[in-house]
């Protein structure tokens, strides 16, 4: 048991890392054309030059940039949360209480997952059973297909939703990977998989997460 | 059951779900719950419209933009320049070092809206040199926190963005009224460092520095500091947008670190930027998150009840800002200031704006200044925690040495909340508020 649970662990970090590895430039490509969509406005104010897309760019790139972000910050325990009961308690308790943390937010993820996949057109079948067990029946929602292009820029609304299911289905990854982290202390609190992900101030010590 | 969202949303907090998940799951459950045989799932997709556009509006990118640029500034190797020029300021005096601090934190304030870059910045530096002369440890840790909460207060501020988006009121507006405040706490906490400096016979930093040498200091912080100038002077004289000030700014600090001062090399651009859109991204979700829970608690009513409920302890206006200051100062104790004001904003600014009247930006500037302050009080301060690891001294000890600060600055916050003045004289005089 723990050792099939070690190499799940220990494939799910690679797919993260992997995924935090592809998602770090596009962060940096997100910010760096944030900043030229801005330079470019005021320069085509100044010169009287018409960019009316520059505005539609900048309602697309700040959801995009909020999304991409969303999974290396998960896995990072970079949101802010409040540490005070999780710190007062004995380390044993601590990760049985934040494995229930993980499993909520795992539900939590599940339910986004079936609405953001609804919001770009696609019924999430798969997800209903799942959903239904928990109590859960979305299945009422019609799955958004109508064709609302973007103004000036040409692109379907849908297309630009595509990043929130692809997101949170990026966060569901590192869900399970830190549920597995916790469920693995149950056993081995030694192991060395138990210990969290480190945080982006540690990142000098992130070799080998 | 029109207040279970809130109770559910603290529950959540306390069991250490992320803010931005406990404001979604609780949004989620109080529709459901609120909404009873009427609930359909669909309204599910509105908290998740909600969330998208929320996130989705020009005025926002400001925030990104002053994070960038302040990040850029950070990297810059800024901080020791202002260092350097405030030493030639306020070296001389009794406590020198400790005025040094203060003066570095409102220098720095102006190009990084944030209370954390100001700790780990200034404290790295000058901690150590404050013990070099003879300060306590606890004592240097201790100013460096009270400091850098001036950071958000004085411009370009985050918090500022945030709540002016949120409660839609002018930034502009917000950036003219944080200056005076901003500027009463670094002087309200030089004259208690004065005070301490000679009760505790602390050493004078360095000898009065000649005109020449402030002017040569002050050359080598001319243009970093010309960004503050560009941004306020933008936004204020109504030439930028906020947005397109931001962006300005970022795009001026780039030039200045790359190719003026040169100390910025083009291989760190891409962490550099990593780290801004890492940081604007957490806040982003959090304001789309914030945007879908107010969106509930006005559909099931409970933005109204609460209004109600606050009004029904007293319709006093000056006892219900006493009260409100000692809330928000305790919610600032535990939250981060822009969670705190995401989650608060809405509800208080219903009451104390709509309701009684305040005027939005005085209100505002309340607001963001006590949950600033917030940052380094204990249990949960993270100014505190981040200038105990850059000191090596233990929170509690520096919490302690930071009793005095502290109480300059609640003392500011009472002064602001009942002369309203204070706050809103300059954007008055720029014709930015009636």
């Known amino acids: 048991m723990v050792r099939l649970l070690t ?9 993260n890392r992997a995924v935090e590895w592809a998602l770090k430039p596009l962060v940096a490509l997100c910010v760096t054309a944030m900043l030229a969509t801005v330079v470019w406005t005021v320069a085509a104010r100044l010169s009287g030059i018409s960019a009316p897309w520059t505005e539609k760019v900048m309602l697309i790139l700040l959801p995009a940039l909020a999304f991409l972000v969303a999974p290396i910050a998960y896995r990072r325990g970079a949101n802010v949360s409040l540490d005070m009961l999780v710190n007062a308690m004995p380390a044993r308790l601590a990760r049985a209480h934040l494995l229930g943390v993980h499993v909520l937010i795992g539900v939590i993820l599940l339910v986004a997952l079936d609405l953001t996949l609804r919001k770009v057109g696609v019924a999430p079948l798969y997800l209903d059973p799942l959903l239904a067990a928990l109590g859960i029946d979305l299945t009422s929602i019609r799955p958004f297909r109508a064709p609302i ?41 030694h192991d060395q998989l138990v210990r969290p992900v480190r945080s982006f101030d540690q990142a000098h010590a992130n070799v080998g997460e | 059951m029109q207040t279970a969202f809130l109770w559910l949303f603290l529950t959540s907090l306390f069991i250490g779900i992320p803010v931005v998940f406990g404001l979604l799951a609780a949004s989620g459950v109080v529709l459901f719950w609120d909404l009873g045989d009427s609930f359909e799932p669909r309204d599910l997709n509105s908290i998740l419209s909600q969330v998208f556009s929320g996130m989705s509006s020009v005025p926002l990118m400001a925030l990104p933009m002053f994070i960038l640029a302040g990040e850029i500034m950070n990297r810059g190797g800024i901080t020791q320049r202002l260092v350097h020029f405030s030493q030639t300021l306020v070296g001389h005096v009794r406590g020198g070092l400790a005025h ?22 200034l404290g790295s530096m000058l901690i150590p040199a404050m013990e070099k002369n003879g300060y306590t440890t606890r004592f240097a840790a201790a100013v460096t926190a009270a400091s850098s909460v001036i950071g958000p207060i004085i411009p370009p501020s985050g918090i500022m963005i945030i709540y002016a988006f949120i409660m839609g009121v002018s930034p502009a507006a917000l950036f003219a009224g944080g200056i005076v405040p901003g500027l009463m706490i670094g002087a309200g906490l030089m004259a208690m460092s004065y005070y301490l400096a000679i009760r505790n016979d602390f050493p004078i930093a360095s000898e009065r520095a000649t005109w020449c040498d402030v002017a040569a200091a002050g050359r080598q912080t001319l243009w970093p500091m010309l960004t503050p100038v560009i941004l306020l002077g933008g936004i204020l004289t109504g030439f930028f947008t906020p947005t397109e000030a931001a962006g300005i700014a970022a795009a001026y600090a780039l030039i200045v670190a790359l190719f003026v001062i040169r100390t910025l090399r083009f291989d760190e651009l891409p962490r550099l930027f990593f780290k801004a859109g890492v940081a604007s991204g957490i806040i982003l979700f959090l ?20 209004s109600e409920f606050v009004l029904s302890l007293t319709e006093n206006p000056y006892l219900l800002l006493f009260f409100v200051n000692i809330m928000l100062f305790v919610v600032g104790m535990f939250l981060d200031a822009g969670p705190a004001i995401l989650i608060l904003g809405p509800i208080l600014s219903d009451v104390f704006v709509d309701d ?79």
Request: hydrophobic share 60%.
């Open chain 2, 287 to 306: 304001i789309g998150a914030s945007k879908a829970f107010s969106w509930v608690a006005d559909q099931v009513g409970a933005a109204a009840m609460l």
């Open chain 2, 356 to 434: 009684l009247g305040l005027d939005p930006v005085h209100f505002a500037i309340i607001m963001c200044v006590n949950v600033t302050v917030g940052l380094a009080t204990p249990p949960m301060g993270l100014v505190l925690f981040v200038a105990a690891s850059v000191s090596g001294e233990r929170v509690e000890a520096i919490a302690k040495a930071m009793l005095p600060f502290l109480a300059v600055e609640i003392a500011i916050i009472f002064l602001i909340t009942f002369v309203p003045d204070f706050v809103l004289v300059l954007p008055r005089l720029m014709g930015l508020h009636n």
């Open chain 1, 7 to 15: 190499g799940v662990i220990v494939a799910l970090r690679a797919v």
């Open chain 1, 149 to 189: 292009k973007i103004p000036v820029l040409g692109i379907e609304w849908r297309t630009v939703y595509l990043i929130m299911p692809a997101s949170v289905a990026l966060m569901l990854l590192a869900n399970v990977e830190l549920i597995g982290r916790y469920l693995l202390g149950l056993f081995d609190p």
């Open chain 2, 100 to 121: 040094v601090n203060i003066m570095s934190s409102i220098l720095f304030s102006g190009l990084s809206g944030s209370a954390v870059a100001d700790t780990s910045a």
